[in-house]
């Protein structure tokens, strides 16, 4: 095959390279996305926030998934034993979306792809990124691997990587680091959800948290299969014998809300095993590309925050590279890393208060506040560059004081 010159090469075409795609070639750049894999193919993140539809939406995209017929999500359950937290995205701080979708996210990759693909984007499966060079000026010349194993040669002005779990650019240039989320790991697979009750119970999704390190999800989808997963730390998860099915359906009894209505139940495909997936790199980009999505930084599953992230670094990453390639400065360390960054931080902040046990403390403690829910549930909705929210500004020390007045007013009950 000849070289292609491109302005943006993307690599990966999940939500991330999808969501950069739509935006560059809506502004009539010349772009290429090579996605290893060929569509419908599985990958977890099967809870989306409202935050992201803003992303679909302003890039042309959420109509073609609306039509799909997705399970509309509006809020979240936790459970602790027979204390509920409910949050309703309608009741939040932040003004926005006040639902989402549920998405089997085989489908709802491919509905993305294919849509790229109807409007004429140059959009192919079964390509490989091997290797990438850059020159000095920024520009790069990357080889892919065809469906045939044979080799060819892209030149892009910029890279977009949005390879998810490939980490094609963290591999290559050495830039992965050490994420600072206490690591935990994570068996999960789908089950036929014939015991699903009738009305909202059975569509609701919900996290059961089983103590401090552990919880349990459950992701009912549209199509009457249902999402089951553990998250735990490594050592309870490698506790259990056997193969991962074995291991998972001895996990189930654990749940004691949920174990009778999936007991029992064959899993649609081998249970998957991901150990410790918090992923962070050195820099978010250097010259000539940018890292977005989970090839740039994964935190932790608890708050479905991996697809809103991946949407938010691609739509950012794509107008400032269309802002370059139109002849303007970009500052990519105030415009790029560090509003990434600040999105980031704040969910880091609840990931960690919540291995902590602080934000459990909130979340059921008894009578709740409406006016701190609200506010909560706007992050948890997505919406984490709100300074106007207080869990927003001052989300490294809310949760914890917080927590730390409620423990302290439970321990003055107790002595009284
Ligand atoms: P991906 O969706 O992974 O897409 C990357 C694409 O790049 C893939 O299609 C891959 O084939 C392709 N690729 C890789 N290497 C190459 C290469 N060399 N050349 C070409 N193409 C390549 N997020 C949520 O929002 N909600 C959840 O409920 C949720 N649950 C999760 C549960 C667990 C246990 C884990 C570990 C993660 C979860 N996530 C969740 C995170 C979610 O999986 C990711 O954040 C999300 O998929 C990131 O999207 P992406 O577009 O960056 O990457």
Redesign the pocket.
């Given at each position: 095959m000849n070289d292609i010159h491109v302005d943006v090469l993307i690599?990966?075409?999940?939500?991330?390279?999808c969501v950069a795609a739509s935006h560059l070639h809506n502004q009539g750049k010349k772009i290429k996305v090579?996605?290893?894999?060929t569509f419908p193919?599985f990958?977890?993140?099967?809870?989306?926030?409202p935050r992201c539809m803003d992303h679909f939406e302003e890039v042309g995209l959420l109509d073609v998934l609306k039509d799909f017929g997705f399970e509309k999500k509006y809020g979240a359950r936790f459970l602790s034993g027979d204390i509920v937290c409910n949050f309703d995205f309608s009741k939040k701080h932040t003004k926005g979306w006040d639902w989402t979708w549920q998405v089997t996210?085989a489908d709802f990759?491919n509905v993305l792809a294919t849509e790229l693909i109807r409007r004429g984007v140059d959009l192919s499966f079964g390509?490989?990124?091997?290797d990438v060079v850059f020159d000095d000026d920024g520009t790069s010349v990357t080889s892919?691997k065809d469906d045939n194993g044979a080799l060819y040669k892209v030149h892009a002005k910029h890279i977009i990587d949005?390879?998810?779990?490939?980490r094609?650019l963290p591999r290559l240039l050495g830039l992965d680091k050490a994420s600072n989320i206490p690591e935990h790991s994570?068996i999960?697979a789908h089950v036929k959800d014939v015991k699903r009750p009738e009305g909202v119970e059975g569509t609701l999704i919900t996290f059961d948290v089983l103590d401090t390190d552990t919880w349990f999800?459950v992701?009912p989808f549209s199509n009457g299969d249902t999402s089951i997963?553990f998250?735990g730390k490594t050592e309870f998860i490698e506790s259990f014998k056997g193969d991962t099915s074995e291991r998972l359906k001895a996990m189930l009894k654990h749940s004691s809300y949920y174990y009778e209505r999936f007991k029992g139940l064959d899993f649609k495909f081998p249970p998957i095993c991901?150990k410790n997936?918090s992923k962070s790199v050195k820099q978010l980009y250097g010259k000539g590309y940018a890292l977005?999505?989970?090839?740039a930084e994964?935190l932790d599953?608890v708050f479905?925050?991996?697809?809103?992230?991946?949407t938010e670094s691609?739509l950012m990453a794509s107008k400032l590279i269309t802002k370059e390639l139109n002849g303007e400065v970009v500052d990519w360390e105030e415009e790029y890393t560090g509003y990434i960054m600040k999105g980031v931080n704040v969910f880091a902040s609840y990931v960690k208060e919540w291995y902590t046990g602080n934000l459990q403390t909130l979340f059921f403690h008894r009578p709740e506040n409406p006016e701190i829910k609200r506010q909560i549930c706007a992050v948890l909705a997505g919406y984490v560059w709100d300074e106007t929210n207080p869990f927003v500004k001052k989300h490294d020390k809310l949760v914890k004081n917080l927590a730390y007045l409620i423990k302290m007013e439970v321990q003055q009950k107790a002595n009284s």
């Amino acid at each position: 095959m000849n070289d292609i010159h491109v302005d943006v090469l993307i690599i990966g075409a999940g939500p991330s390279g999808c969501v950069a795609a739509s935006h560059l070639h809506n502004q009539g750049k010349k772009i290429k996305v090579v996605e290893k894999n060929t569509f419908p193919r599985f990958v977890i993140g099967e809870s989306l926030l409202p935050r992201c539809m803003d992303h679909f939406e302003e890039v042309g995209l959420l109509d073609v998934l609306k039509d799909f017929g997705f399970e509309k999500k509006y809020g979240a359950r936790f459970l602790s034993g027979d204390i509920v937290c409910n949050f309703d995205f309608s009741k939040k701080h932040t003004k926005g979306w006040d639902w989402t979708w549920q998405v089997t996210r085989a489908d709802f990759d491919n509905v993305l792809a294919t849509e790229l693909i109807r409007r004429g984007v140059d959009l192919s499966f079964g390509q490989e990124v091997v290797d990438v060079v850059f020159d000095d000026d920024g520009t790069s010349v990357t080889s892919i691997k065809d469906d045939n194993g044979a080799l060819y040669k892209v030149h892009a002005k910029h890279i977009i990587d949005s390879s998810g779990y490939g980490r094609v650019l963290p591999r290559l240039l050495g830039l992965d680091k050490a994420s600072n989320i206490p690591e935990h790991s994570s068996i999960f697979a789908h089950v036929k959800d014939v015991k699903r009750p009738e009305g909202v119970e059975g569509t609701l999704i919900t996290f059961d948290v089983l103590d401090t390190d552990t919880w349990f999800w459950v992701i009912p989808f549209s199509n009457g299969d249902t999402s089951i997963g553990f998250v735990g730390k490594t050592e309870f998860i490698e506790s259990f014998k056997g193969d991962t099915s074995e291991r998972l359906k001895a996990m189930l009894k654990h749940s004691s809300y949920y174990y009778e209505r999936f007991k029992g139940l064959d899993f649609k495909f081998p249970p998957i095993c991901i150990k410790n997936y918090s992923k962070s790199v050195k820099q978010l980009y250097g010259k000539g590309y940018a890292l977005t999505g989970n090839s740039a930084e994964f935190l932790d599953p608890v708050f479905s925050s991996g697809v809103t992230f991946a949407t938010e670094s691609a739509l950012m990453a794509s107008k400032l590279i269309t802002k370059e390639l139109n002849g303007e400065v970009v500052d990519w360390e105030e415009e790029y890393t560090g509003y990434i960054m600040k999105g980031v931080n704040v969910f880091a902040s609840y990931v960690k208060e919540w291995y902590t046990g602080n934000l459990q403390t909130l979340f059921f403690h008894r009578p709740e506040n409406p006016e701190i829910k609200r506010q909560i549930c706007a992050v948890l909705a997505g919406y984490v560059w709100d300074e106007t929210n207080p869990f927003v500004k001052k989300h490294d020390k809310l949760v914890k004081n917080l927590a730390y007045l409620i423990k302290m007013e439970v321990q003055q009950k107790a002595n009284s």
